[in-house]
């Protein structure tokens, strides 16, 4: 059982730095010329500048969301708004620190990320496994590519999709995601195609792989399937302290997409994630998100059913431990006839952490004979830590059933006695219930991710309680 | 306006220990109740004379021991606006607070509904519980409910819920096969969706009261006669066998 010989690891809770190594950083702070010089080092088309360069005013004009977490902090002057990393990284995996290595087996990442994560991106075996993968999907027409690629590769397709789901006037921080975005992922999967294995970021091995400002465009034609697995569990390192990503998500007739993240950032990043997927007739559209660290994240996972029939689903689990506050949830917007939507929220709060779930579930009169459910679960384990739920129901049709429900709960006195009478000692006890208790997402998520998220939340959990 | 000579306070039953309940029956400004040590209360708001209504109710549980519990009836209808806030801030532990609340709309009726629930730090030992259902009977009919929960405590149980819904056609073709037509089948069910909230008013002349109001009005919003209500209940009761 790892349960025990974890205790030495308790001390690490701040992942590993990145080498920082890069060709070319931007000045801080944040202007038209940041903007330009953006656009005019990786070569863009002359609308992708002019589109940068607008959504830069929307961010200036946008205020600051006044509700969810305090945003105050936020220095925007005092970030590098581009960061071109090296293209030929030399560390090797021996070179890591023995304790991050030593994690890394404990937690069982996979060995290609270990070394993506080790910065090691040019490895022989991850390439090998790459190229075997990515001939695969060639063969069926599928593109997978890094977002900077697309724009070059497939300019026509980012140029009718891209800002279409999240325009950049959606808020301030998808404006300014618009305007200084740079990597993410950019994935075409052609009318019918099933794509079996889950397409996972750290194949895709190329440069820009991982930035603060990652923009995903996902475009799933008809009758399709694919999921994309974004980020890892393990804790990142991260010295830029905003992250703002914005995904795309379009779902075409009777297509399906399933959407995965785990993020766990280090304790001083805001993570402020646009995520949206538009879902036509009979396609159905799933996010399962998962959100442990990070000082702050607003992340509210959208749907929009805009076909008749079409089904969204949102799995959403948060892990706010010291000083976090994860304002997480989930968003469903009825717009056609027969649409149908559940939100699952799983939420633990140890430690003086906060949990929020923030959802909205909007029915609109032409969306009739719709069906939606939400359930939200939170667990607060000590008296420092605090959880919340805001949910909106805003329900403007007669032909509809919505339904909400909500409870907020301790470990019960009665579970940890019966653990310890056989022979589990508290903290041990604890951690089991709350793996339990966050069962039924981590299930949805590949074996090798839930296996992680497992053991990870055993790591946080090891001497915060008690 | 807090209807106090006719609410008949401090009425002791048999079970209780003393309940005190306040009545609102016309809900316009910001109401602000302390509980104190003991104490078990029942707010009731009756809403439903059409009216545009819009006010707040604020409980703040100040001493342990206490018992709350909030009532609503709501009826919307025409183009009737209904826009409450509810709070129950338990300062303090070892005391429950239970709201309940319900609505039917009709016509254009927008009814819009914020409550919280807030648990403070020294609150432990809180229960806390709220639910909120909404009838929509027309397609022009509005529901906005946001149910809120900020909980700083751990040694509690909170709990939420919200429906949001039309009549349910098996309902209605259930009632048809035993003779009632829509209207009366619908007033039916309304009478039986309200009766759940009645029952929770311990205070039988005043339930009985609103009740006949509450019949009266929705007999006239499906133009049924009054006194139907008898005929109608003793129409769907199985026939005894012989």
Not at chain 2, 28 to 54: A, M, P, Q
Not at chain 2, 146 to 168: F, M, Q, Y
Request: hydrophobic share 35%; net charge positive; with cysteine.
């Amino acid at each position: 059982m790892p349960y025990t010989s974890l205790n030495s690891l308790s001390s690490y809770r701040y992942g590993f730095h990145k080498p920082e190594k890069y060709f070319y950083k931007s000045k801080k702070g944040l202007s038209e010329k940041t903007v330009e010089e953006i656009s005019g080092i990786k070569n863009e088309p002359d609308w992708m500048r002019e589109y940068r360069l607008k959504a830069l005013k929307v961010f200036c004009k946008k205020k600051l969301p006044s509700w969810g977490g305090d945003l105050g902090k936020i220095n925007f002057d005092d970030i590098y708004y581009y960061i071109k990393p090296t293209e030929n990284k030399v560390s090797s995996w021996k070179d890591l620190p023995a304790e991050i290595k030593d994690t890394y087996d404990k937690i069982g990442i996979p060995e290609a990320e270990k070394k993506f994560l080790g910065g090691i991106s040019a490895q022989y075996e991850s390439e090998v496994v790459y190229k075997s993968i990515k001939k695969a999907l060639s063969k069926k027409g599928v593109v997978f590519l890094d977002m900077d690629s697309g724009l070059r590769e497939y300019a026509s397709l980012v140029k009718e999709y891209f800002g279409t789901v999240v325009p950049m006037e959606d808020n301030k921080f998808a404006a300014l995601n618009s305007a200084v975005w740079s990597g993410g992922s950019f994935i075409y999967v052609p009318k019918g195609v099933k794509v079996d294995l889950p397409l996972q970021a750290y194949f895709r091995i190329n440069a820009a792989n991982m930035g603060q400002f990652e923009r995903t465009l996902i475009i799933a034609d008809s009758g399709s399937f694919v999921h994309y697995v974004e980020g890892c569990t393990a804790p990142i390192y991260s010295t830029d302290s905003l992250h703002s990503a914005v995904v795309e998500i379009i779902v075409k007739k009777g297509a399906r997409v399933r959407y995965s993240t785990i993020q766990n950032w280090s304790k001083n990043v805001y993570n402020l994630v646009t995520k949206r997927m538009r879902v036509e007739e009979e396609g159905i559209g799933e996010w399962v998100d998962g959100n442990i660290g990070s000082k702050l994240t607003m992340k509210y996972p959208s749907v929009y059913l805009v076909g008749k029939g079409a089904r969204g689903e949102i799995l959403s689990v948060a892990y706010a431990g010291k000083d976090a506050h994860q304002d997480a949830g989930g968003k469903v917007i009825h717009i056609a006839p027969f649409t149908t939507s559940k939100i699952t929220s799983k939420s633990v709060s140890v430690d003086g952490g906060r949990t929020s779930y923030r959802g909205l579930v909007q029915v609109l009169p032409s969306a009739l004979h719709s069906k939606t459910k939400v359930v939200c679960d939170a667990l607060i384990i000590d008296s420092k830590s605090r959880s919340d739920t805001y949910p909106t129901m805003d329900i403007r049709t007669s032909k509809t059933q919505v339904e909400h429900e909500a409870t907020v709960s301790r470990i019960g006195d009665e579970q940890l006695f019966y653990l310890q009478s056989r022979g589990l000692k508290k903290e041990e006890a604890e951690a089991m219930i709350v793996n339990g208790f966050i069962e039924p997402i981590v299930k949805e998520l590949p074996l090798e991710y839930a296996v992680e998220l497992n053991r990870l939340i055993l790591l946080e959990m090891d001497g915060s309680v008690g | 306006m807090i209807d106090n000579d006719t609410s008949e306070c401090n009425q002791k039953t048999m079970e209780e220990k003393l309940e005190e309940l306040i009545l609102i029956d016309n809900l316009k400004k910001k109401y602000e109740f302390n509980i104190n040590s003991g104490e078990n209360k029942t707010f009731v708001f009756f809403l439903i004379n059409g009216e545009n209504y819009e006010g707040e109710i604020k409980v703040l549980i100040q001493g342990k021991n206490t018992k709350v519990q909030i009532l609503g009836i709501i009826i919307g209808y025409k183009n009737q606006q209904i826009k409450i806030i509810t709070l129950q801030d338990h300062l303090a532990g070892e005391s429950t607070s239970d709201l309940y609340v319900k609505s039917a709309l009709f016509d254009n009726a927008k009814f819009s509904y914020e409550g919280m629930i807030r648990i403070e730090k020294n609150a432990q030992k809180s229960d806390a519980y709220q639910k909120n259902q909404n009838l929509i009977l027309s397609q022009k009919a509005n529901a906005n409910t946001k149910p809120h929960l900020e909980i700083l405590a751990n040694e509690v149980r909170c709990t939420h819920a919200v429906t949001v819904g039309d009549i349910s056609d098996d309902l209605l073709y259930y009632l048809n096969t035993r003779g009632l037509n829509k209207l009366q089948a619908k007033y039916l069910i309304l009478s039986g969706y309200f009766e759940e909230i009645l029952q929770r008013i311990k205070d039988i002349k005043i339930r009985n009261r609103l009740k006949k109001n509450l019949h009266n009005k929705l007999l006239k919003l499906f133009g049924l006669k009054i006194g139907e209500s008898i005929r109608l209940i003793a129409s769907i009761r199985p026939k005894q066998k012989d």
